[in-house]
């Protein structure tokens, strides 16, 4: 008896994530697919939430977050793209980058209102806006050019449009949006009052000198945006679900207002090794260079393979074109190598909602040498 349930996400089920990772331990996979690393976060950190576990610093954080850790937060972005956000009223830790984006959505999105959203996009945009009650506008990524094509945007743009997301680096094909796209969407939005959700989770993994457009550099943008990141990604955490966000306070107050009721506030020790440790490190240079490593490691080792690619420009994620070895859709190419061959991967379909008609698999490479080499050696198989 289902006592007249009625789904309000009827067709979703499972994310490709959770069942291409099931298929690979199930299998014995080399796990490629989800974008999670295989290797442990700094031992600093760590030392660092137990010296604060044992503090006694266990009990509810502010619902905010705690006050020394957004003032980091809010100094960070001040030395890297020249904006203050308030760390009293503008900065809010959450619990993931996921949350940020659910909540800011609930927060800014009213019954009617249209979103945009660029294609491929990552997974969690589309259902967030449909409990919300808002209109899904699906705008494509150019990747001929691998940018941000303003002039798509501007086609969809209406006065219903509420809210615009993007997100760079871009996951799942690791373009970073350009100084002239993100000038162009400035210019762009000046007169409106659509206001822009900016999903940065890949800020600090950004290639090949590489400058990180984020919003906070464009003060036309700043006015009408939230920004969110993620502790996960930079620190190599990501099952400790702890991000942030940002916003003018306007925006920022019905942020909160949302925030307090699903979540309230987020783990606290984390939240005060985490400020500790920003204090101590203050370039994330190295990160970009540790990953860059990585990337050219993987794209070295399947040089030889009948894959067609471009190296990712961010992200720890590299698309590979699979249509010389077959043309089978992308899900059973997944699932069958997956099974058969011991790779798995993640379907570029699953980020649209129709999908052109392209042969791509996207691999994720935040993986110990040893597993990137076993990786390789299946690819340059196939």
């Known amino acids: 008896m289902n006592q007249g349930l009625k789904s309000r996400l009827p067709s979703v ?8 990772s099931a298929l690979a331990n199930e299998h014995g996979a080399v796990n490629l697919s989800q974008g999670f690393p295989d290797f442990d976060c700094s031992n600093r950190l760590k030392e660092l939430v137990n010296h604060h576990i044992k503090a006694g610093h266990n009990q509810y954080a502010p619902m905010p977050g705690l006050m020394e850790l957004r003032e980091q937060l809010a100094a960070k972005v001040d030395r890297q793209h020249g904006h203050f956000y308030h760390p009293s009223s503008e900065v809010c830790v959450t619990a993931g980058a996921t949350q940020a984006i659910f ?3 609930l927060a800014l999105v009213h019954p009617g ?3 945009i959203i660029v294609e491929p996009a990552y997974d969690c945009y589309a259902p967030a806006i449909t409990l919300a009650g808002g209109n899904i506008i699906r705008v494509s990524l150019d990747l001929a050019t691998r940018d941000l094509d303003v002039s798509t945007i501007e086609q969809k743009l209406s006065s219903s449009t509420r809210l615009l997301i993007i997100n760079t680096p871009h996951n799942p094909t690791g373009v970073c949006f350009s100084k002239d796209a993100m000038l162009a969407l400035d210019q762009l939005l000046h007169d409106t ?4 959700l900016s999903d940065e989770v890949y800020e600090h993994i950004i290639f090949d000198g590489r400058q990180h457009e984020s919003i906070a550099r464009y003060p036309g943008l700043v006015e009408r945006s939230i920004l969110v990141s993620s502790f996960g990604k930079t620190y190599h955490n990501t099952g400790w ?7 003018p306070k306007a925006i920022m107050d019905e942020f909160l207002k949302v925030h307090q009721f699903n979540v309230f506030c987020v783990n606290r020790p984390m939240q005060h090794a985490f400020a500790d440790l920003m204090a101590e490190e203050r370039s994330y240079e190295d990160l970009n260079a540790f990953y860059q490593e990585k990337r050219d490691f993987f794209c070295s080792a399947i040089s030889g393979s009948r894959f067609k690619f471009k190296a990712t420009e961010g992200t720890y994620f590299q698309l590979l074109d699979y249509s010389n070895i077959t043309k089978d859709e992308d899900i059973v190419t997944a699932k069958t190598w997956t099974v058969k061959k011991g790779i798995a991967s ?7 909602a129709e999908a052109p008609k ?11 040498r040893d597993t990137i080499e ?3 050696e299946i690819i340059n198989r196939l």
């Open 13 to 20: 089920g499972s994310t490709i994530f959770s069942v291409m």
């Open 103 to 105: 909540t800011a959505i």
């Open 113 to 115: 209102d249209e979103v």
């Open 193 to 196: 009052n659509t206001m822009v």
């Open 241 to 247: 679900k702890l991000g942030y966000c940002m916003a």
């Open 346 to 352: 993640i379907p570029i379909s699953v980020f649209y």
């Open 358 to 368: 392209q042969h791509m698999l996207r691999f994720c490479f935040a993986k110990n």
């Open 374 to 376: 076993k990786g390789a």
